[in-house]
Structures are given as structure tokens and as C-alpha cells.
């Protein structure tokens, strides 16, 4: 029997950007240019913390690459 191997790739996750954790910065009052804020830290659920996603090859046939500069929403690409 052939067992056929399925590669798996890393990649970063986009919403922590591999920190593993989101920091959102919260204003409480701002008067012209002095604001008094606190920073909140939240877990990232998307990659589980880890801050890199796995995929699997099988996975990865699935998404669609643009290559003529535009995303899928008609917004250009940087």
C-alpha cells in the first residue's frame, strides 16, 4: 500500500501578526493632543496564540491569487 504525504506549510497569522496576541488601544478622554488611554491585551483565537497558522496542501488549492493588482473587493494591492 502507498501512503501518500500530505505537506503542511506555515504561515503568519494576519490578525496578531505572529505576536499570538492583539493589543488594542483604548481611549478614555482626549483634550486636543493629550489623551489619557490604556493599551488591552486579548488572546489571539485565530491562530490560537500561536501565532502562525498551519495549513495543509490540500487546503491551500483552494485560494485564489490575484496577480492583475486587485483584491477580490476591486481595492488595489500594495
Not at 478614555?28 to 493599551?39: E, H, K, M, P, T
Not at 489571539?44 to 491569487?65: A, L, M, P, R, Y
Request: proline share 0%; aromatic share 6%.
Amino acid at each position: 500500500m502507498v501512503s501518500k504525504r500530505v505537506r503542511s506549510h506555515t504561515i503568519i497569522c494576519s490578525q496578531c501578526h505572529g505576536n499570538g496576541f492583539i493589543k488594542r488601544k483604548q481611549i478614555i478622554l482626549q483634550v486636543w493632543n493629550l489623551a489619557i488611554s490604556f493599551a488591552r491585551i486579548k488572546q489571539c483565537k485565530i491562530c490560537n496564540s500561536q501565532g502562525e497558522i498551519k495549513i495543509d496542501e490540500t487546503k491551500i488549492s483552494n485560494i485564489h491569487v490575484f496577480n492583475d493588482g486587485f483584491d477580490h473587493h476591486g481595492h488595489t494591492i500594495n
